[in-house]
Each structure stands twice: as C-alpha cells, then as structure tokens.
C-alpha cells in the first residue's frame, strides 16, 4: 500500500484541476483507511472560499453539506428515538405524527420514509409561500401541503428521492423528542463524539427567533449567490426550503467541516464494524440502515445510499456493502466497509450558480483515483 504522501499529491492535483476548470471556486478532502492500529489519514485541500481574492480553503472551513442532513443529523437521530423506543421502522405515519392524515397516506411508515419509498414527490418550491407567512406559523402550513400532496405510487412500491418526506422526518423527530432536530443532532448525535462544534445546524433564529449568534467568527465556503434572496450566501444554509424554515429541517441545514465528517464516518464504519460504540444508538440498528434495500432493486438503504451499479458517483471499485451519500453543493462521503476506507469529498460547486452541473463527471474520477492509488 503506498504512503500518505502519494495519495496527497494526487488529491492535490485533482482539487486544483477543478478549481482551474471551474468544477468549484474550493474543496476540502478528508481520506481514511486501514482498521484501527494501522489507520492512516489525510485531508487536502484547495481553492478559494467564494474565488479570487477571497479566503483560502483549509482545514478549518465550514461547507454547507445540504442533503448529508438526511443521514448524519436525521436518520442517526431517528436511531436514537429507535433506541429509546420512541419509534419502531414499521410504524405508520398516523401513529408518528399528531394530527389527521389523509387515507392515503395512513399506509406509509416510517421505514418507507426513511428509503424514499413513500410515494411523495421529490420536491416542492414551498418556501415561495412559507417566506410571506409569519415564521411560527409555516412549519403548520408545510405539515398541510405535504400532507395534501398526491402519492405519486404507493407506499413501499419503488424509490422516488424525496425531500418532502425527509421534511416529514424532521417533523417526526421534533414531535417524538420534545427537542427538536438541531437540539437532538447536537445532544444525542454529535455531542458524545466531540463533533458538536465541527458539525452543525447554523439556524437562522433559536427558539426566542433572534439572530443566532452561534459559531460567529468561522470561516464558510459561500454557495450560490441567491436570487431570490438578493446576496451571496455564506454561512446561511443554501436550501430554498430549509432557508424559509428558519435553517433546520429535515432534508438540509447541516453544516461542517471536512475532518469533521471525517471522524464522524469513520466512527460509523467502525460500529458497523463492530470495534466501536454510540451511547444513542444500537450497532445493529446502524447495520439496519446501512444494509437494507427499502425497495427491491433500488440503492437506497434507510437514509443512506449504496453505489448503484451503474454511474455510481462513488466510482467504479466501491464495494457493495459500501454507503454514503450526496449533497446538492456539492458535498458527499463514501465508506467501503471491505476497504476499510472513508473518504469525504467537500466542494462549494454551487458558487457562484446552482447551474453548474461539472461536478457529476468530478465526483466518480475523484473517487476512482483515491482507490487506484491505495489499492491496485
């Protein structure tokens, strides 16, 4: 296996090519591998925080991860309330959420929630409304909409990658924790791994709706240069919709840095492993998640993905009991559990514009490159 060194210089080169070819203004890369005792590990990184002239990356920048939210805040705190025996995968979403639910989607549960097998569209501009309300009355407004929204197939008949059913998530864990999502990522999830300060909600109000002062003085790398907001955005989440919710919500909001994540997905290969342990959660609950297909034939586990067999972001020598997951900014992780490798790619790929669409072909030669250097 070669050293540290060899697989840096080749990262290196990567992250500078896409900064040169406009892939993103800066990246940060965090890379792990071998079992504990031989681990080695190594983070890289390059470009700019929002292009020329503005803060270099390092190790200490903060990205938006957008969809990692579905993952690492959403699904481990809903392994906690499974821990607690607050919820059980088989519930169905009468029983997880107060209220009336409409007939037909009394049948969808939480598990089809969490495999994006719950029938419900991928996506919705509701925050073009939600901004016009007042902020303690849109979360109310978003439970109707969702709630209103035609099935697009059955419960449990095939995945359809859904936001609105991550922002029923949110809901449910905020209902059946009494803390609300930021609160239980911090406290349950991340607290106990010395990780609440590297990985985190940045939320626009805290609960007396006052500007959150949380966190000031860190560095982020800016996203989009928003429309609609009038404003680059920088330490804001990017989410149309978790924006309009206030920064925390069950499909985005989650910020970090890239050793951060690092610890974090390494922590969660070593308790699929079993040579680690959560205080919140069960390992073979964790195994759950990771390995279960919510649909025959489909990638997706319980929020966790797994390589599709064909144009896997992850490349082409990911194992299949590999997970990870994509971010709209441009952010992912990937761990081969085979490998014993974990490898977190950080990017801003959205700035200036969501329109830049360069990072689909980065991501595979990326990961590509980072196993063909270690292992062949």
């Known amino acids: 296996m070669p050293d540290s060194e060899q697989l840096r210089k080749k990262i290196v080169a990567l992250l500078s090519g896409g ?31 929002a292009g020329s002239g503005s803060p270099p990356i390092d190790t200490r920048t903060c990205f938006d991860l957008a969809s990692l939210t579905k993952p690492l805040a959403t699904g481990l705190t809903i392994l906690c309330l499974i821990n607690d025996g607050a919820l059980a995968l088989e519930t169905p979403l009468p029983f997880l959420l107060s209220g009336d639910v409409p007939a037909d989607k009394q049948g969808i549960t939480l598990r089809h929630l969490l495999g994006h097998a719950s029938g419900l569209p991928a996506h919705r501009p509701y925050f073009e409304s ?27 008949g095939r995945t359809l990658y859904s936001d609105l059913g991550f922002l029923l998530l949110g809901m449910i864990v905020a209902e059946r ?17 010395g990780l609440e300060e590297e990985i985190f909600f940045q939320p626009l109000w805290e609960e007396e709706k006052e500007p959150s002062t949380r966190l000031r003085g860190r560095v982020f790398a800016a996203t989009e240069r928003c429309p609609w907001r009038g404003r680059l955005l920088s330490g804001e ?16 909001g989650l910020f970090g840095t890239a050793g951060g994540m690092l610890a974090l997905v390494r922590h969660l290969l ?54 990870g997951h994509l971010g709209f900014t ?12 974990a ?34």
């Open 19 to 49: 900064v040169r070819e406009g892939v993103f203004s800066g990246a940060a890369a965090a890379v792990a591998w071998g079992a504990p005792g031989e681990r080695q590990e190594l983070d890289v990184t390059a470009g700019a925080t």
């Open 343 to 376: 490898v977190v790619l950080l990017t801003n790929r959205v700035h200036p514009t969501r329109d830049n669409g360069r990072i689909k072909a980065f991501r595979p030669l990326f990961h590509n490159a980072v196993v063909e250097t270690l292992f062949f």
């Open 177 to 193: 924790s009494g803390r609300g999502l930021a609160r239980m990522a911090a406290e349950r999830v991340l607290r106990p791994l």
């Open 130 to 156: 939600l901004v016009k309300m007042p902020a303690d009355e849109r979360w109310a407004a978003l439970r109707r909409w969702i709630l209103a929204e035609p099935l697009l197939s059955a419960p449990g």
């Open 330 to 341: 441009g952010t992912s992780f990937w761990v081969d559990p085979e490998k014993e490798l």
């Open 270 to 323: 070593d308790v699929r492993q079993g040579r680690a342990v959560h205080p919140g959660y069960r390992p073979e609950d964790l195994r759950v998640f990771l390995s279960t297909r919510s649909v025959q034939g489909s990638s997706w586990g319980l929020a966790f993905d797994t390589p599709s067999p064909v144009g896997s972001s992850a490349g082409r020598h990911f194992s299949e009991t590999s997970f």
């Open 237 to 252: 989440v990017h989410d149309d919709n978790a924006h309009a919710l206030g920064g925390v919500a069950g499909h985005a």
